[in-house]
């Protein structure tokens, strides 16, 4: 089972910034990508940003040109830098990780959530 350690939520105010961090463990297979979803009150969990294997990175229209996704592979790492945040950012906010395995679907695993509160 995947581990996950994240951390850098808080509280902010608006047009301020946070990065969030996030170092996975327990990783048995090839990872196919890595990146952060989130989830706000009453509402269902999105894609923020994520990386392929590649390297390619895709974001959410919502926060292009604001956040930028990064990745550490030799240590598992996955970071969300954050900026001109917006009271409309706040949400719990969730590393993700795929991993491929042969012979069957990827596999996704989340982390616990770092909340993220942006005032106005």
């Known amino acids: 089972q995947v581990q996950f350690v994240e951390s850098g939520g808080g509280l902010v105010q608006a047009g301020g910034s946070l990065r969030l961090s996030c170092a996975a463990s327990?990783?048995?297979?090839?990872?196919?990508?890595v990146g952060w979803y989130r989830q706000a009150p009453g509402k269902q969990r999105e894609l923020v940003a994520t990386i392929n294997r590649g390297g390619s990175p895709v974001y959410a229209d919502s926060v292009k040109g604001r956040f930028t996704i990064s990745r550490d592979a030799g240590k598992n790492r996955v970071y969300l830098e954050m900026t001109g945040l917006k009271p409309e950012d706040t949400a719990v906010y969730y590393c993700y990780v795929q991993l491929k395995f042969l012979l069957q679907p990827p596999s996704d695993y989340w982390g616990q959530g770092t909340q993220v509160t942006v005032s106005s």
């Open positions: 327990q990783i048995t297979s090839t990872i196919n990508a």
